[in-house]
Every structure is written in structure tokens, then in C-alpha cells.
């Protein structure tokens, strides 16, 4: 079979870019590992920059997010028992984020894409890629309970994640990684309770990071700093409870809301970025060419960047013959990408308690924290980070 544009995984990234390909008028098939009950069942959170909301909506997928999420105008800095609110429209010119779980996104760009007759292969296996550096690159794979098949295309987008084949089909030598990995690991919860909170609340205390956030009007969703290696069933339901207490409390005797924990989860925090991000007619996008601390809210909306940039590229490509901007992806992408990793890094190291770390550093964050929360310019700068910084437009 052939397509101009095979696309191996459909997490945000491979749909997002397919339905965009499909509104410019050029074809595509997303090739899936997963079921497709199992890729929207998966729980993770999601914050969604202005500009991937915009994005959302353009593309005709935008309804239930509109009607379900949670437009968040601010965010909450909490310490030294005292919040400090950040402002995102009065500091960034009318812009906002919403609260929209990525298993939600994934559902809404699977509906819109197949009602518009994508073609999405679901639980395939035995994928691999072949003639990366010639100008009829391949996909061979396996469907359910049958032989192998092949995809000839023009162009294949690796949108596989940290553990899909994408990345690992490029030859030793091309790619450079650079990594942080973090010396410490969230504890994620969802409880049945309203939320405690209308805004995020990101709280530095004592003994260590905080975040309270929200899923539905009925389920929150909480974090706290603990181990990169710690076990769940270190962690009973009093000791999470009397921790986020500890960890949230205020001058004025705030609590959070309490309900039953029916999830409990421990992530890790690393840093990645892989370049380039494009080898011959491969292209890397989302996961499998970075990763980034959740600290930030990035993670989804980089990889929504990456597909922006990419499928323009694309468009270029097919309208006029034109191939610079799929030169220049790598190029163009990055310069997001480090920005990003800057501001998840930044927001990081504010936030969280360091092993070894002593009295005077913890000093240092607070004042930092008092000098972000307490100066326009500093404001100004984390709000128009966390809304999504404007995107590089390239001469057309």
C-alpha cells in the first residue's frame, strides 16, 4: 500500500499531525501498537497551552474541550505559607491555559480523525522502517492475526514516544541526546473530592514540592516530591493525606479537600532532547525526540508544537516543491524545545527540595519566589512561558 505520509504512533503528536495533513489535503496512515481503548485509557494529566487549545479548535476538535475543561486564568505560588497569585490574561494579553486530561485530547483527535475517514491501524505489531535516506522510505508491520505488510510512503513521522522504534532506526552516530535526570520523583494521586482549588496551586514548604490540581468536578488530581525509586506501597493513604497537609499548609489554615484515593502513581523527572530531530526522510516528533520534567506542563504541547511545525513543513512540501522548511524542522522545533527545557528546568529547580541541599539554598528559592511572584517583569516572564511562548513563523 502507499500514502505520502506513514505516521508510527497515535498519541497526540501522530493524530494531531495526520488530521492536519488531512486539512491540507495530503494522506497519511497512523500505524498503533495499542489498542484503541487502551491509548484512551490511559490517566495522565494535561495542561493545555493557548496556543494548542487554538490548535484544537481549528482543526475540528475542540468541542468536548471547550464544554468539559477547566480554562485556568492563574496559577497559584504557595510558600512560606502565604499564595501568590500569577495572572495569566492581565500579563500576557488576554491569554489562559485549560485543564484537559491527554487521554481526553486523544479521544477527541481519534473521534474527529476517523469521522473524517482516517486511516488508523490499531494493534499492529512488528513495525520497522527501512530506506530512511532514500526518497521512498517504507513501514513494514503486522496486523492482528496476520502476515506482514508493507507502507510505502514519502515521508515517515516518528511520533512512537520514548519506547517506539522511531528513534532507535536511525544509525549510531547521527543523534546527540542530552539529559538531566532529576534526583527526586512525583507521587501522583487522584481522589474523589471537588476540587480544592479553582487554580493550580504549586507550594514549596519545608519538606519538600506540592501541586494540587484537578480532573472533574468530582475528581482532583495531586502530586507530591518524593524518591525516584520510591514504591507505591510505601505510601498508605494516611501518610499522603498527613503529607499534603503538611506540605500546602498556610498562615490562614488551608486543607485540601480530602476524598478516596482510587489511583497512586510514582514518575520520575528527566530531562531529554535528542538532535537533530529528522534523519533523511525520518522525522522525530513529541517523546521520541524529547522529554521533559512535568513541572512546566510541556510535555503535550511540545509535541503539538512539533506537528505545527512539521506539517506546514509538509504542506510546503506537496504545494510548491518546496524543501527548505523540511531542512530547517530541526532547526525550527529546537529552538521551542530548549526554551521549554529552560523553563521546566527553572520552575524545577525553584520548586523542589534538592538532596544535600541546605538552609541557604532553601533561602535562595524562597526569595526567588518572593522576587518571581512580587516584580511585573518576572511575572510577565512565567506567565507568557506557561500560556505558550508565540511560535516562530518562518519566510514563506
Not at 243 to 251: D, H, M, Y
Request: charged content about 25%; proline content about 5%.
Amino acid at each position: 500500500m502507499k500514502t505520502q505520509v506513514a505516521i508510527i504512533g497515535a498519541g497526540p503528536a501522530g493524530l494531531m499531525l495526520s488530521q492536519i495533513l488531512h486539512l491540507q489535503g495530503i494522506e497519511s496512515i497512523v500505524l498503533e501498537t495499542r489498542s484503541r481503548e487502551a491509548i484512551e485509557a490511559t490517566i495522565r494529566a494535561g495542561v493545555l497551552e493557548q496556543g494548542t487549545i487554538d490548535l484544537m479548535t481549528e482543526i475540528g476538535a475542540g468541542a468536548r474541550m471547550q464544554r468539559e475543561g477547566f480554562r485556568h486564568e492563574g496559577t497559584i505560588l504557595r510558600f512560606d505559607g502565604i499564595d501568590r497569585r500569577i495572572d495569566f490574561p492581565e500579563l500576557t494579553g488576554g491569554k489562559a491555559v485549560m485543564v484537559y486530561a491527554q487521554h481526553e485530547v486523544i479521544k477527541d483527535l481519534v473521534e474527529v480523525r476517523l469521522a473524517s475517514g482516517g486511516d488508523i491501524r490499531f494493534e499492529v505489531s512488528d513495525v520497522s522502517l527501512h530506506g530512511l535516506d532514500s526518497t521512498s522510505p517504507s513501514v513494514r508491520f503486522r496486523q492482528p492475526g496476520g502476515e506482514l505488510q508493507t507502507i510505502e510512503a514519502d515521508f515517515i513521522a516518528g511520533c512512537d514516544g520514548t519506547q517506539g522504534v522511531s528513534r532507535p532506526s536511525i544509525p549510531r552516530g547521527v543523534l546527540k541526546g542530552f539529559e538531566r535526570l532529576y534526583p527526586f520523583g512525583w507521587l501522583g494521586i487522584l481522589c474523589k473530592a471537588p476540587p480544592s482549588s479553582d487554580e493550580l496551586i504549586y507550594a514549596l514548604g519545608e519538606r519538600g514540592f506540592a501541586l494540587v490540581s484537578t480532573r472533574s468536578p468530582e475528581v482532583q488530581r495531586m502530586y507530591l516530591q518524593c524518591e525516584p525509586t520510591d514504591k507505591i506501597e510505601n505510601w498508605s493513604d494516611d501518610r499522603i493525606w498527613s503529607e499534603l497537609r503538611a506540605r500546602l499548609a498556610t498562615r490562614d489554615g488551608w486543607a485540601p479537600i480530602e476524598g478516596e484515593i482510587f489511583s497512586k502513581t510514582v514518575v520520575g523527572m528527566r530531562s531529554f532532547v535528542t538532535e537533530p530531530m529528522q534523519y533523511g526522510r525520518l522525522f522525530l516528533a513529541g517523546d521520541a525526540a524529547h522529554v521533559v520534567p512535568p513541572t512546566g506542563a510541556k510535555g503535550l504541547n511540545l509535541a503539538v508544537a512539533d506537528v505545527r511545525v512539521l506539517a506546514r513543513a509538509f504542506g510546503a512540501f506537496y504545494k510548491s516543491g518546496r524543501e527548505d522548511l523540511l531542512e530547517r524542522y530541526s532547526d525550527i522545533a529546537l529552538r521551542r524545545i530548549w526554551k521549554a527545557q529552560r523553563f521546566s528546568w527553572w520552575m524545577t529547580s525553584m520548586l523542589h527540595r534538592f538532596p544535600g541541599a541546605d538552609e541557604f539554598q532553601h533561602k535562595v528559592q524562597i526569595a526567588e519566589l518572593d522576587y518571581v511572584t512580587g516584580s511585573r517583569a518576572a511575572s510577565t516572564a512565567l506567565a507568557e512561558n506557561y500560556v505558550g511562548l508565540p511560535f516562530d513563523e518562518p519566510a514563506h
